[in-house]
């Protein structure tokens, strides 16, 4: 089974502050068991300064999905099937086409995210 392409995303990516808390959490507790100077605590100190010195990835966006978009308009009935369907039609016009519509998890680079989105989510 294929993960979908935004779960993939998401797993990819982490919350370095977090990490760091763990990290030197776990530390501490080795400390108090072997000792400052013990070689795997040593080790494992190391480990924690390289993730607190790795450099981060500048160049990441927030990206906003199409549903959450206000360009994108939802089409709620399927003409040729008569279901209800999970794409839309952007109403841009560098994304207008009658021959491509866009799913509710597409997105570009001109998302503009709907006003209670931009409330109501956190970053990814």
């Not at 294929?2 to 779960?7: A, L, P, R």
């Not at 009935?77 to 794409?87: A, Q």
């Amino acid at each position: 089974m294929q993960m979908g392409k935004e779960n993939k995303m998401r797993k990819e990516y982490m919350d370095r502050e977090a990490l760091e808390f763990e990290l030197n959490h776990r530390l501490q507790i080795l400390m108090g068991t072997y000792g400052e100077y013990d070689h795997y605590t040593s080790g494992f100190d190391e480990c924690v300064s390289r993730v607190e010195n790795f450099p981060s990835a500048i160049d990441v966006e927030k990206v906003v999905l199409c549903k959450y978009c206000r360009h994108y308009h939802p089409v709620t009935l399927d003409e040729e099937t008569r279901e209800l369907g999970n794409w839309g039609i952007c109403d841009q016009a560098w994304f207008n086409s009658d021959e491509y519509n866009v799913l509710e998890t597409d997105y570009c680079s001109h998302g503009e995210a709907i006003q209670w989105v931009q409330t109501n989510t956190k970053s990814v």
